[in-house]
């Protein structure tokens, strides 16, 4: 019970602090003020806010879950994080530009304005609003897995309790975007970000202390007594799925429109280089939690409960802790890191659905303080939508999750090889984006192919555009010459 | 240059994997593969870092 106050006081003291950072009216006075912050974040809180898209709940818990079920097969994590952003190097700063220039504020609104074409900018928007749903749902569940987990033997029910305080997560995630736009995620992410990096570095070091002895003597124990955890193995999970994982979800990782909302709201271009080559160094703590998964997956007992794994993290967090403040302090920084993410992807999905949608698409002559309103209030209808999705698939979500990614990645070339490749036409890569999300579908559902579904889709996509781009040279040119984008700077 | 570099960061973190695959020799305690990739963890921002450095250089 000490550890659930705990965590009920920590979360709630950070939800205060979202609401207060959009206390100035201005916070929410139009769509760039609202979604980008204005466009005036420095480098600090950049850096905070991309963190708190790379430390959400689902990588505590996804990963160690990972680690607990596949073994080494989970530190796939590892080359990708890193390798995501040389790629946002070259890719970010880029976009930045043209997005200031514009007052662009979603990654659908740059694919509008480089091709010219309304449809590619509602597709790229629809395919974020779409894969970004389960997602959302995955941070969310980090909190209905701290309550059941906390609560047990607190609460006659602790999975019906557990509903309820997600019901309510919802709610005020909900409420704190509608009133602070990114504001509230950046200022709290700070705090979740410091707490995050207190709890993992205190579980990293203590961890093998208490359970092993030593650090040496965890690791000897891993090798001699589970070896098989250690390397691959042929089968779903060998190193050829390692490879195309990592490498697809680095690519997709700046993708996300979360991800994206982040980097547009810097203040400027250069600050997203720096952030691009000092961010990595935050990731190294990222390996040392999956292989807190491994060593769940050696001191816990094997269950075979749905969506045991899922929660490991917490179950060795009971099992190593027996304080119920440090205890209720470690389920806090997991509640939390599910919270402000999540808030960070509902904005960004919301923005996306009142610009790149309705705006460009079904309500062409809509003001913009009509569009920044509506923008807020769908907030709501995203929340809901995600309550909706995650009481009604509960037990798809991580697969629908893994889907996400390699259905978020096909916008790549639309967004990334755009911006090198001059001469690559709108049907192209239209055509291509369609024919690798078709594809990531039919790998999953009916070819069945080695690997990562995103992979094969990508192939498609980049071939197709191969392909195609050819034929629409014309095409190509004429936005050449006509487009405002391509031709200044 | 600045491509080299990149194709670097390419083989090391991922093209390499299945020639590191295994748990010995041990370093540090820690089996091979682990290893490797948390040195590449550290090596490929050092690598970006060049490549910012270079960047920078030429502005």
Sequence with gaps: MTALVTTAIVVLLVVFVGFIAGRDKASRSNIEEWSVGGRNFGGLLIWFLIGADVYTAYTFLGLTGYGYSLGAAAFFAVPYVVLAYPIAYYILPRLWEYA???KLTTLADYARERFQSRTLGVLVALTGIIFLIPYIDLQLSGITG??????KGSFANPKAVGTI???ISFILVALY???SGLRAPAWTSMIKDALVWIIMIIMVITVPFILFGSWGNMYHTAVTQFPKTLTLHPGPHGDFWFMTSALISALALFMWPHASTGALSSRNANNLRKNAVFLPFYNILLFFITFLGIVAYMVLPHLKTPGYSNVILLYLIQHTYHNGVVQGLMYATVALASLVPASI??????NLFATNVLKDWLIPHMSDSARTLTARWFVFVMTFLALLFGVLFPTQLISLQLEGVSGMVQIIPAIGLSLFWRRLSNSAVTIGLIAGIAMVFLNHFVFK?????????????IIVILLLNGLFRREAERNLQTNRLLNEG | MRTLLLIIMLIGNILAVPFVNSI????LGMPFFLFWLLIWMIITPLLTWWIYAMDQARE
């Excluded at chain 1, 992807?345 to 919301?350: D, E, I, N, T």
């Excluded at chain 1, 192919?449 to 996509?461: H, S, T």
């Excluded at chain 2, 010995?24 to 370093?27: A, E, G, I, K, S």
């Design chain 1, 177 to 179: 975007t509608f009133f």
């Design chain 1, 449 to 461: 192919l080695a690997g990562y579904d995103g992979f094969w889709g990508l192939l498609v996509n």
């Design chain 1, 146 to 151: 701290v309550v059941a987990v906390a609560g």
């Design chain 1, 345 to 350: 992807m509902v904005l960004a999905a919301s």
């Design chain 2, 24 to 27: 010995h020799p041990l370093v």
């Design chain 1, 165 to 167: 305080a997600l019901v």
């Design chain 1, 100 to 102: 200031a220039r514009y």
